[in-house]
């Protein structure tokens, strides 16, 4: 193996700072509104201001990053769209036609695509970044996704990605047909959820392809005991993909960076999930996004004991739920570093 | 009665159109995404595309109004601060230090403060306009808030105000100290649901003072009789405030105008009931922007059968959860407009 390759978890730091916090706290309760007004922006203020090491925390070049890889799972009809849709939806984001695209440029984010794993050869371009580990992972009813040492490069390439990149924020999307089945599995494997429940439509299936998704993801768990002692890297190079694995360095990296992650839906929450099963401090970089109405989406975001920013039932991917949420945490932090306070606009307190 | 002060309630057109929401669907369902994957935002793109009688609605020069009063039962002891910071916080919000403010910054809005009643003389500002009916309202634990020649001059105004307003949205907030008393009154009276419910915590209350709030507005609805057979106006003015009264006629306004309007939170939910319970078409044009935990919020949302965009706990008021949510009504116009479909971007349908 390549020494390059090889990933070592990066060292995070915990935000914590009681100090700051409460001069962060006063700060917010000493604004022109009732205390605790600002609901959620003022916990999301809190955050920013930690991550930052600031009672003024400024968001800069914000960074949008897709990862997209395929899934060798695809051929066993777990996902209502065929595998070459994945290539077919990366042409689309690079022609800038996809929903994320739309909201990228609504709110000023930079897009890259990340060639993770498309089982295709994909053309150059100047926003798609060449990553590929494989052409999509093996099909893990029979074998493992991937080798130890692709997962290991996978994550290394995650890193790599982030470390290039300007900015204090970044938003993490994925596009990867089949790629709910992996999520799913994870979250069984890292949290003891119940397959059935961590198993969901997806982007669209019937009650009966349900249930043979059910079945299928069922008998891969069988296939691959759990690592004894827990291996996190095991566990995502039986269960994962690379566009997880590859997120889920990128994660590592970003927070080592102290940067603000922003969490999109369940797939990117199966990545935030195996990131802290590495380094829980990770936790406290991330700003988890929307809650979708699947259920497995949402026993992942209480297992990480997330309350995301939106509820719109999405089920999209891409990173939308992110870069729709995007506006609230410019929201915290304008009201933090723009709002009067009682003293200077001369209004009484209660 | 001078004769311009008269309210006639606008004609207000339903938005209904088989043929164009048929048109829309098929817009809506053939971009680049799985059915329905963009959850609340599709339903949000067909309600702006029926609004606009468009396929392609575009948003322009949005507006945020803020109608600011007094109200006589703060002299009850039903809210957390003194009536003079309705005055304070008028003055905040004109000297650009209000969380309004920097919202309506972030979403470049145009901001205008409309004095509807307070109990204080205001100096002239630009961004102030000066329709106040009284120096706040009676208390209504004794006599009706306002008379009727009162509650139809402020939906008079309310009306003026928004005809003289550029662009095709508008937001409208409200701040008043003891206001969430005059709307939970009406919504108790509008739709049957017991005072208790309807009576909340406001922006700070503690238990004893929720008990001795739903006491006095117990006692208040004793006080007026439900008008038999109904009147909007003779409730309005029992009840009501001017504030409230004034974004009740502005809505009916806006929306004969065909203007989509967001609607804020419990206080600005108490006139579009108003404004339903005047003219039902007036809701084709609401878009309901945020639910706060208090249970009569949840209730009137309920009663208009609206599910808002956001849930963030926010207690405020003042239009801050209107303008938290435009970016997610913009993205909704944008994913329309910008979108590829399935057929112009190459990817295979499911």
Not at 102 to 117: E, K, P, S, T
């Amino acid at each position: 193996m390549n020494e390059k390759m090889r990933f070592q978890i990066p060292a995070i730091e915990s935000t914590a700072d009681a100090s700051l916090q409460a001069r962060l706290r006063h700060k917010i309760d000493h604004k022109t509104k009732p205390l605790g007004a600002l609901g959620a922006l003022e916990t999301l203020a809190l955050q920013l201001g930690l991550i930052q090491r600031s009672e003024s925390p400024v968001l800069q070049q914000p960074q949008m990053v897709v990862f997209a890889a395929d899934h060798g799972i695809a051929a066993e009809g777990v996902s209502a769209y065929p595998q070459a849709v994945t290539v077919q939806m990366v042409g689309n984001m690079l022609a800038g036609g996809a929903a994320i695209n739309v909201f990228a440029r609504q709110h000023g984010f930079a897009l890259q695509v990340v060639d993770a794993g498309v089982a295709a050869e994909l053309p150059a371009h100047p926003q798609l970044q060449p990553r590929k580990i494989a052409m999509g992972t093996k099909n893990l009813c029979h074998e493992p996704a991937m080798s130890r040492l692709q997962a290991q490069a996978a994550l290394a390439a995650g890193r790599d990605v982030m470390q290039a990149l300007p900015g204090n924020v970044v938003a993490f999307g994925e596009m990867g047909i089949a790629n709910t089945s992996p999520a799913a599995l994870l979250l069984t494997r890292l949290t003891g959820t119940r397959i059935e429940d961590a198993t969901g439509r997806g982007t669209g299936l019937d009650d009966a392809q349900l249930l043979h998704k059910q079945s299928v993801l069922a008998r891969a768990l069988v296939r691959h005991p759990a690592t004894e002692p827990f291996d996190a890297v095991g566990e995502l190079a039986a269960l994962g993909g690379f566009e997880i694995a590859m997120m889920t360095g990128a994660m590592l990296q970003a927070a080592s960076e102290r940067r603000v992650v922003l969490v999109d839906g369940f797939i990117a929450g199966a990545s935030a999930l195996l990131a802290q099963a590495m380094a829980p401090a990770v936790r406290d970089y991330l700003v988890f996004c929307h809650r979708s109405a699947e259920t497995g989406h949402r026993l992942l975001l209480a297992c990480l004991d997330a309350k995301p920013l939106l509820e719109l039932d999405l089920r999209l991917g891409e990173g939308t739920g992110a870069l729709l949420a995007w506006p609230l945490v410019q929201s915290a932090a304008n009201f933090l570093n723009e709002m009067a306070s009682f003293e200077s606009a001369g209004v009484s307190e209660k």
